[in-house]
């Protein structure tokens, strides 16, 4: 079999696990691949990364990872796109297709997906509070609401934002949107999830309020850093033991990427073993 072309694009994109992950499935499922990190330069209209991708796939290119801050770019430069990516306005895996270009998400699903096989969690009549009202939340919010939560809670310092999220997936399920931290609710929460960027969340720190939690609450950072995110190293400020960051989520998103790619699910089990997770957040560039 001919090993086909793939990548990721982004900027910055020399931290990107991604390269180690897709080899990993490929040496798995015995599908030979290639698999580069891409930059591309930042403007506001995306024209860098627009060149930079469709010179890509005019190389060979056979599927392309996306990540920030192109997200956005990537669903306006596809010729269709999957439900799941239209809903969260914005698409992390492109594949070329007989007509052009096609958009998916598989975000959400790598998500839930880490939460329920590594974490035991699920949010079936759980009370969730999320802060942030961004895409990394738009891309989780459908399959999260599926499992029919018992309220969702959104939180962001642009209340507009946090408005407009909520209107957009109010057919999904029940979200409740929080104006201020100071009208955080008394009951607990089940799952508290982290949509915000590390450099935000370390500049305004001081800003957050602990949520009535209980002992079993679970708190997921959907970033993830060689060491403790500036939101789990908050967390244990306050004496919480159950938490994770995004890593598993990444994992489990590649592997639904590839599965589009390949028509084949990889076992991800391996890659989320103690030693491999290991292995990943020892890599710098």
């Known amino acids: 079999m001919q090993p086909q072309c793939y990548g990721v694009i982004g900027n910055p994109i020399g931290h990107s696990l991604s390269p180690q992950i897709h080899e990993a499935f490929s040496r798995l499922t015995g599908i030979p691949l290639f698999y580069q990190r891409i930059s591309a330069a930042v403007s506001e209209d995306g024209a860098d990364f627009r060149k930079t991708t469709l010179q890509f796939f005019a190389q060979g290119g056979a599927g392309l990872n996306v990540t920030a801050p192109f997200k956005d770019f990537a669903l306006s430069f596809a010729d269709e796109a999957a439900p799941r ?3 969260a306005g914005a698409g992390n895996t492109l594949s070329k297709i007989t007509d052009g270009w096609r958009a998916d998400n598989t975000d959400g699903i790598g998500f839930v997906r880490d939460l329920e096989r590594q974490w035991g969690r699920s949010a079936q009549n759980a009370r969730i509070l999320i802060y942030g009202a961004g895409g990394a939340t738009a891309g989780i919010l459908e399959p999260l ?3 029919k939560p018992r309220l969702l809670w959104l939180y962001n310092r642009t209340p507009q934002k946090t408005q407009a999220l909520a209107e957009r997936f109010a057919d999904d399920g029940k979200i409740a949107v929080l104006s201020s931290l100071k009208s955080l609710p008394d009951e607990p929460f089940d799952l508290i999830i982290n949509a915000i960027s590390a450099r935000i969340w370390k500049d305004a720190e001081s800003l957050w309020k602990m949520p009535t939690t209980m002992p079993d609450t679970f708190f997921y950072d959907l970033m993830y850093m060689p060491d403790d995110t500036p939101f789990l190293r908050w967390v244990k400020t306050y ?9 598993g989520m990444l994992i ?3 592997a639904e990427s590839f ?6 699910f ?13 292995e990943l957040r020892a890599f710098r560039p």
Do not use: F, M, N
């Open 85 to 87: 990516a239209q809903k």
């Open 145 to 147: 609401l599926a499992q």
């Open 239 to 247: 004496g919480k033991t159950r938490y994770c960051d995004g890593l």
């Open 252 to 254: 489990e998103q590649a």
């Open 259 to 264: 599965l589009i790619w390949h028509g084949v």
């Open 266 to 278: 990889p076992d991800t089990t391996s890659l989320h073993s103690h030693a491999s997770l290991i």
